[in-house]
């Protein structure tokens, strides 16, 4: 007997735990505030932060606020209409990179950007999207 295969799409919610680390992140950035945590074993800074440091392996429990302005490290470009930035930043005072979108900059003008900042959303809701990108810090040179 052959099996009959039904095709369909099932809905399935479900909610999960940020965990404690990524709580206090997204609960701080409803509040324009970057929170990161420390290791006390390598002092390495981490954001988003960690709980944990899989170097040192240990617990971590120091934390930390950061600026909203950092280095651009690198970034990508997706071609798209209009075309979508994601930029690897480095936050002052971080050892780790956050990936955002990056605006108010022209593919183009990508080579010459160093410092960026956050650009803060009015309506934050304690989700990464809170910033909404970062743009660039303008020199001389850009405007
Ligand atoms: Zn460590």
């Known amino acids: ?26 609960l701080g950035l409803a ?25 040192c392996w240990r617990e971590i429990a120091e934390w930390l606020e950061l600026s909203d302005e950092g280095e651009l490290v690198s970034y990508t470009v997706r071609p798209a209409k209009p075309p979508e930035i994601f930029g690897l930043i480095r936050l002052d005072g971080a050892d780790s990179h956050l990936v955002h979108r990056l605006g108010e900059v022209e593919p183009t003008e990508l080579e010459r950007v160093v410092r960026v900042r956050a ?25």
């Open 119 to 143: 650009v803060w959303r009015e309506d934050r809701t304690g989700s990464i999207l809170d910033i909404a990108y970062f743009a660039p810090v303008r020199s001389k040179s850009l405007t």
């Open 31 to 55: 509040e324009r505030r970057i929170w990161a945590t420390r290791c006390e074993g390598c002092g390495r800074v981490y954001v988003p932060p960690l709980g944990f440091c899989g170097r």
């Open 1 to 26: 007997m052959d099996e009959w295969i039904v095709r369909q799409k099932i809905r399935i919610p479900f909610r999960y735990t940020a965990g404690r680390a990524i709580s206090r992140f997204l």
